[in-house]
């Protein structure tokens, strides 16, 4: 057994293997308050209108060297994640920004030191709104106050890799977005940070370049070895500590580790199914995506469709929303690397505690409840109607599956259907029609959960976002780690859930698939084939794994599990029946 096995969360799919590399911050230290010491104590008789120059180059190279990480990672990982760089770019040469600093100057600050001090000021107060997306521009403005001032310090970047080029693990607190699009694959195995968020840009990025990252192990991180050999489970949010032989052989057994030798040629496949349609025991194994890139990543595992496709993430990072030709482009792009195999476009699901920065409107007191989701795309219709014209377009003469984020009543899909086909019956007569159809829902909140049935009569298929239904059955916080033993697909409440909605969706025909991090877990996988599910939705890494398991299931056996997991009386109980045991009264 390890030395040790640290419980975090899940922030990019994978395993990595290698050698501790801990660093602290991932470019230089902020300024430590306003009266004058700190990095640049000591500095007497700066000249301002000199001191102004350095400040105003160094802003201007600083946002040359984003916009090219921007092309650069948008290459790499696709343009909405590119695009994260690009708002960075802006940043540095926002007068919110970068008039404080100058004014700091002028009162005989060091350039660097007043950088560190403006964005700080501004990060705070967008770290102090109780919002996550608010939280992660926070992170972002201070990535550019340190990029900034380490230019003006003459301050060359960290290097994140051991100089013997031996596999790193690398360890920090947190880690900056642009020093993530950085890494070297072939010298970065994993990340583990203890702090972080799955949302955060950082884990965007990992996931977008494939290199396995586990959040939120707080400060027990700090306590490992320097020079200890790691291994980061990025599926089940775990690092070990010294991992035995065995521990090693049982994560490839699960299947945890991406291929090695990927097929070539974005409509390979890794495998040949059994079945119809290319799926496992009659489950399609199929990806969450949020980019081209990650689609044809897909494709080359071997995925039997896309389940989800996250289209906010166009919509993320900049002033505007995307224009219709701009989505259908996108769009389209992601329907041609999938060929004939199915995909399913969830629409715009920010609002609530994810905002686009566009996006008017007061703060909400409670944003996890609020208008987000298909609310907030019927109450801004402009949107939702350019976002279905957009994919009517993209979809002409192929098959259109489109999903609705966060639907809590049956009018609302109703709504929701009556508008889809405004928009197709107005662009008709442009031949944009294509061949079919579907509407689908997300079911994340509980009220969908319990009116399946009523969802079912006019919904095509059902999605279940398990990461939310958790969250909203338990009344717990996903991301808070000290809710984390609670906010678990385990809890036989959000399993009845699941039931529910497999047994309204079998009296229509209707397919449903689990798109949340359940699908790709290895303690659920039996449980859910054997609760009934039609199609598992995982990253695209993980996908030969999810089938190994699959293809492993004996389906009996994983109905009589499923059956026996609904009479438990907690989740600890399903825990011990998963390990083999009898479950307690």
């Known amino acids: 057994m390890a030395l040790e096995i640290l419980l975090g969360r899940a922030g990019s799919p994978g395993i990595g293997v290698g050698r501790a590399l801990v660093i602290g911050t991932t470019s230089v230290p902020s300024a430590v308050g306003g009266n004058g010491t700190g990095a640049s104590a000591g500095r007497v008789a700066l000249d301002p209108l000199a001191e102004t120059g350095r400040l105003r180059t160094a802003l201007s190279d600083a946002a040359s060297a984003l916009q090219d990480l921007a092309v650069r990672t948008a290459e790499q990982a696709g343009a909405d994640v590119g695009v994260i760089f690009e708002a960075q770019a802006l940043f540095a040469l926002d007068p919110g920004i970068v008039d404080p600093a100058l004014r700091f100057v002028a009162d005989g600050v060091p350039a660097d030191d007043a950088i560190l001090r403006s964005t700080d000021a501004q990060a705070d107060q967008l770290a102090a709104v109780d919002d996550a997306f608010f939280r992660e521009r926070a992170a972002d403005v201070r990535d550019v106050g340190r990029r900034v001032?380490?230019?003006?310090?003459?301050?060359?970047?960290?290097?994140?890799?051991?100089?013997?080029?031996?596999?790193?693990?690398?360890?920090?607190?947190?880690?900056?977005?642009?020093?993530?699009?950085?890494?070297?694959?072939?010298?970065?195995?994993?990340?583990?940070?203890?702090?972080?968020?799955?949302?955060?840009?950082?884990?965007?990025?990992?996931?977008?370049?494939?290199?396995?990252?586990?959040?939120?192990?707080?400060?027990?991180?700090?306590?490992?070895?320097?020079?200890?050999?790691?291994?980061?489970?990025?599926?089940?949010?775990?690092?070990?500590?010294?991992?035995?032989?065995?521990?090693?052989?049982?994560?490839?057994?699960?299947?945890?580790?991406?291929?090695?030798?990927?097929?070539?040629?974005?409509?390979?496949?890794?495998?040949?199914?059994?079945?119809a349609n290319g799926s496992t025991h009659g489950v399609a194994i199929v990806a969450n995506v949020g980019s081209a890139l990650e689609a044809e990543a897909?494709?080359?595992?071997?995925?039997?469709?896309?389940?989800?496709?996250?289209?906010?993430?166009?919509?993320?990072?900049?002033?505007?929303?995307?224009?219709?030709?701009?989505?259908?482009?996108?769009?389209?792009?992601?329907?041609?690397?999938?060929?004939?195999?199915?995909?399913?476009?969830?629409?715009?699901?920010?609002?609530?505690?994810?905002?686009?920065?566009?996006?008017?409107?007061?703060?909400?007191?409670?944003?996890?409840?609020?208008?987000?989701?298909?609310?907030?795309?019927?109450?801004?219709?402009?949107?939702?109607?350019?976002?279905?014209?957009?994919?009517?377009?993209?979809?002409?003469g192929r098959d259109l599956r489109v999903m609705l984020p966060m639907v809590a009543t049956r009018e609302e899909l109703d709504a929701a259907r009556e508008r889809l086909t405004a928009v197709q019956a107005r662009i008709a007569a442009d031949g944009a029609t294509p061949r079919s159809v579907q509407l689908g829902v997300m079911i994340e909140v509980p009220s969908a959960a319990l009116m399946a049935d009523a969802l079912a009569a006019s919904a095509d298929f059902f999605s279940i976002g398990t990461n939310d239904l958790v969250q909203y059955t338990l009344a717990a916080d996903r991301t808070n780690a000290e809710l984390a033993d609670l906010a678990t697909t385990l809890q036989p409440s959000v399993l009845r859930l699941i039931d529910v909605v497999v047994r309204a969706a079998r009296g229509r025909g209707r397919h449903v698939a689990v798109c949340g991090e359940a699908a790709a877990d290895p303690r659920c996988t039996g449980l859910l084939v054997g609760l009934g599910v039609d199609e598992l939705s995982v990253a695209p890494g993980s996908i030969a794994a999810v089938r190994a398991r699959v293809a492993a299931l004996d389906p009996a056996a994983a109905a009589d599990l499923a059956r026996r997991a609904l009479e438990a009386p907690t989740a600890a109980a399903v825990a011990t029946l998963l390990d083999g045991g009898p479950v307690p009264e």
Not at 171 to 183: E, H, K, R
Not at 234 to 244: D, I, Q, Y
């Open 149 to 275: 001032a380490a230019i003006l310090r003459g301050e060359p970047p960290p290097d994140l890799w051991h100089d013997d080029g031996s596999p790193a693990i690398v360890l920090a607190d947190d880690l900056d977005p642009s020093a993530v699009a950085t890494l070297r694959r072939e010298l970065v195995r994993g990340i583990a940070l203890a702090g972080g968020a799955p949302t955060g840009h950082a884990a965007i990025v990992a996931r977008a370049l494939g290199i396995p990252l586990v959040l939120g192990l707080g400060a027990a991180l700090a306590e490992v070895p320097s020079s200890a050999q790691l291994a980061v489970d990025g599926e089940t949010g775990r690092l070990f500590v010294e991992p035995s032989v065995d521990d090693l052989a049982a994560l490839a057994r699960a299947g945890i580790a991406a291929p090695t030798s990927p097929a070539s040629g974005a409509g390979a496949r890794d495998d040949a199914p059994d079945g």
């Open 298 to 396: 897909a494709a080359r595992s071997g995925a039997d469709g896309i389940g989800l496709v996250r289209t906010e993430l166009l919509f993320l990072g900049r002033s505007t929303p995307p224009s219709v030709a701009e989505q259908r482009t996108t769009y389209a792009r992601i329907l041609d690397v999938m060929g004939d195999r199915p995909v399913v476009f969830r629409t715009l699901d920010v609002g609530g505690d994810k905002p686009a920065s566009w996006q008017a409107g007061p703060a909400e007191l409670n944003p996890a409840l609020g208008v987000r989701g298909i609310r907030l795309g019927l109450r801004r219709a402009e949107l939702l109607d350019d976002q279905f014209e957009a994919l009517l377009r993209a979809a002409a």
